[in-house]
């Protein structure tokens, strides 16, 4: 066992697999099939010497551009045992945005799949500095790409440890931001492992548990499934996706899981499936819902589904993983909260001249604790607008940009988001993004995306659109050119073909006119 | 294959192509390709369908058929839904 308690990310998985407990223990059930994590260990080391044998150093980056799959588990301990820094890619992604991030990072390996090879083939041609690209599945062929499966062959290598301190980066997490182009987050080793106990002190986890993760790795609300299920040594069910609800369904039941995590478009859908037929998992013990606000009516009717379950609402941004939750058994005295600080960490609200906001009264959340990120790579200029000084010499206090009330017990309210993000099935998506996306489709010359309610989404996104003269598209079309360039959770749901947008006075189009202009029920 | 199934394939897959890969190009879709694989059904995707298939063709999709191997392909859903028409 090791000598003192674990600093680094993969120091649990190393202890796990080192313990006569845990050594054979069920890591993860993957597509039905059990890992135990001293097979994780060993398939991680062999590529983390596979890694370092590419010249990878302490500090580079590794792209990770994979489904839920045990090759993306592996790939995931595989850098941090390396002494790299992962950085995720969600599998929708399209070429021109992988290219993006490849680029932005400066990744000098690829890690992914052959069902993917449709979207990164064509970004190899360009992307510059990959010393590597490894892949799982089919391998393409005449593009010197490496097969995962040899590269962990029992004959391949293991890795010597590397010298990471938990200072170091651990991951990039690339989130969207309003600028349009998306943003890696920074988060060390130690900010990573403090909210990991953190998260699992709240959510009374232990190693006897089975977290169920139906969400992508590649958002962060997956991806601390994972690491918490390593840290705890228990076990992981991990799923592709909630696409094939049946299927998840059997699989819970099969392993037993005790955890389920979702967001409200998840939680949606188990309501409408248990309408056609009733659900009940008695075995549940704890329900998270993040992401966006889950109503307390679906948060009742879950209770038929989950009846033994402790339902907890949070709240959190990837720029320091959770800011908040509420425990459970405060779900009725404080309705429309999203609870008080996780554990080790302090919330204040200020005013937008900078002063403590009093009780009641809206103000900018501020975030202080061990979980704030480093900042955004590259961007020192975003950095500084979201990290400011904090307290003491040299601390940074995270300011979310998001408003909120505070009750005088200190428990939170959210009001509202001082950007104009749009929060879609859970996921984060910058009306800039899909507009330079739409205004590269010949045709389009003018487009406004804004976000309008959806009780299945959350928001759905809308687009309003100008056409150049004697140009005709129709939204399906539009759609069609949409989904080559965009992951399909940001291609709008609605789209409105007009003959001009609402400007304002200097000129710029005017999304509040816009949403003025909307029927009353369609406003958010 | 039958008449029936036919006319069950050629609705499927217009409605696969107008709604969720919005093309008209019937190329783009092989009918034993795997449409969570090819990126082109999500989860709400396959609520979609199944809301499709069930007016469609006056079937009722129990909770426990929603799996790949009822919706994960043409073919899949062409199967699935002769047996349970035939089975009424």
């Given amino acids: 066992m090791n000598p003192h308690p674990a600093r680094l990310l993969h120091e649990s998985l190393l202890a796990a697999a080192a313990g006569p407990a845990l050594s054979h223990k069920t890591a993860a059930v993957i597509d039905g099939e059990s890992h135990s994590y001293c097979d994780l260990l060993d398939s991680a080391l062999r590529l983390a010497a596979s890694l370092r044998g590419h010249g990878l150093k302490r500090g580079d980056r590794v792209a990770i551009y994979m489904d839920n799959s045990w090759p993306c588990v592996v790939s995931i301990y595989a850098a941090l045992l390396a002494g790299t820094v992962f950085l995720l890619v969600n599998p929708q992604t399209k070429s021109d945005k992988l290219g993006f991030i490849l680029d932005d990072s400066g990744t000098k390996l690829l890690l992914t799949d052959g069902h993917l090879s449709k979207e990164f083939l064509p970004v190899l041609a360009r992307v510059t500095g990959l010393a590597a690209v490894i892949s799982s599945g089919s391998v393409p062929a005449g593009h010197n790409i490496l097969s995962f499966g040899s590269v962990i062959d029992d004959t391949a290598p293991l890795a010597e440890p590397v010298a990471t301190i938990p200072l170091d980066l651990a991951a990039l997490i690339y989130t969207s931001g309003s600028t349009g182009n998306p943003k890696g987050v920074m988060q060390t080793h130690q900010s990573m492992m403090f909210a990991v106990g953190s998260l699992i002190e709240y959510l009374r986890l232990d190693h006897d548990d089975r977290i169920l993760c139906i969400l992508p790795l590649a958002f962060d609300y997956g991806l601390y499934q994972l690491l918490m299920t390593v840290d705890l040594g228990a076990t992981l069910v991990l799923e592709r996706s909630f696409t094939y609800p049946a299927q998840v369904f059997a699989r819970m039941r099969k392993f037993e899981v005790t955890v389920f995590p979702g967001v409200p478009t998840i939680f949606a859908m188990l309501l409408s499936v248990h309408q056609r037929e009733p659900l009940c998992f008695a075995g549940v013990t704890r329900v998270t819902n993040t992401a966006a606000a889950l109503a307390d009516a679906s948060a009742s009717r879950l209770r038929d589904i989950f009846p033994n379950a402790l339902i907890y609402k949070m709240y959190g941004l990837t720029e320091c993983k959770r800011v908040s939750y509420l425990e459970p058994e405060l779900a009725e005295s404080k309705p429309g909260s999203v609870g008080k600080a996780i554990p080790g960490t302090e919330v204040y609200l200020l005013s937008a001249d900078g002063r403590p906001t009093p009780v009641g009264e809206i103000g900018t959340l501020h975030v202080r604790g061990p979980h704030v990120m480093l900042g955004y790579w590259n961007r020192p200029d975003l950095s500084e607008q979201m990290l400011h000084p904090g307290k003491l010499p040299g601390e940074r206090v995270l300011c979310t940009q998001d408003q909120f009330r505070m009750d005088a017990d200190g428990y939170l309210y959210f009001v509202g988001r001082s950007d104009d993000i749009i929060k879609t099935r859970g996921e984060k998506v910058s009306p800039v993004e899909v507009e330079n996306a739409m205004l590269a489709i010949a045709g389009i010359r003018e487009v406004a995306v804004v976000g309008v309610p959806d009780a299945l989404l959350g928001q759905a996104i809308r687009a309003y659109v100008v056409l150049e003269p004697e140009m005709s598209l129709s939204s399906g079309q539009i759609r069609a050119r949409c989904i080559t360039q965009l992951e399909n959770f940001m291609v709008p749901q609605q789209i409105v073909l007009c003959t001009d947008l609402p400007r304002t006075t200097t000129g710029k189009i005017s999304k509040k006119a816009l949403l003025e202009q909307m029927p009353p029920e369609d406003r958010t | ?88």
Wanted: avoid cysteine; glycine fraction near 6%.
């Fill in chain 2, 1 to 88: 294959m039958s008449s029936e199934t036919n006319v069950i394939e050629a609705k499927v897959r217009g409605y696969i192509l107008e709604n969720l890969m919005f093309s008209s190009d019937e190329s783009e879709l092989a009918n034993d390709a795997s449409l969570l694989e090819r990126g082109v059904i999500d989860s709400t995707g396959v609520l979609e369908i199944i809301l499709f298939l069930e007016g469609e063709f006056g079937i009722e999709v129990k909770a426990s058929e929603m799996l790949p191997e009822n919706f994960d392909s043409v073919n899949n859903m062409v199967r699935f839904v002769s047996r349970l028409q035939g089975a009424r």
